[in-house]
């Protein structure tokens, strides 16, 4: 079992930066991949980014490259979403997610296995 706990979320003006982080339970941390993804008020909940095991690769979702970093820190059993440059449209629940059988990247969310139960990321205008 892998339980995974959100953190970092809040209310900032658009423009602004937060940091998200996930804490995961279990010894295996290193040997999944993982990934952000978040649900808007009334929308599907749709994918962000992701890190591949080691955190050498990444990959985004295109209305959030250049201002958002998804990367790990396996030591710590955490990973991290540094958001920059906030937009209202970045309004969401965001939920971080692991894949004990994707060791690359996945915006597929049929692949993760376990899910954080979301932290809430309000931006104002």
């Known amino acids: 079992q892998v339980q995974l706990v959100e953190s970092g979320g809040g209310l900032v003006q658009a423009g602004g930066s937060l940091r998200l982080s996930c804490a995961a339970s279990g010894r295996t941390f290193s040997s999944y991949s993982m990934g952000w993804f978040r649900r808007a008020p009334g929308k599907e909940r749709e994918f962000v980014a992701a890190v591949s095991w080691s955190g050498g ?45 994707v060791l690359g990247t996945s915006n597929s969310q049929n692949v993760y296995d376990y899910w954080g139960q979301g932290t809430q990321v309000t931006v104002s205008s």
Do not use: E, H, W
């Not at 295109?62 to 970045?90: C, E, W």
């Open 57 to 101: 690769a990444t990959y985004y979702r295109g209305s959030v490259k250049d201002r958002f970093t998804i990367s790990r820190d396996n030591a710590k059993n955490t990973v991290y979403l540094q958001m920059n440059s906030l937009k209202p449209d970045d309004t969401a629940v965001y939920y971080c997610a692991a894949s004990t059988t």
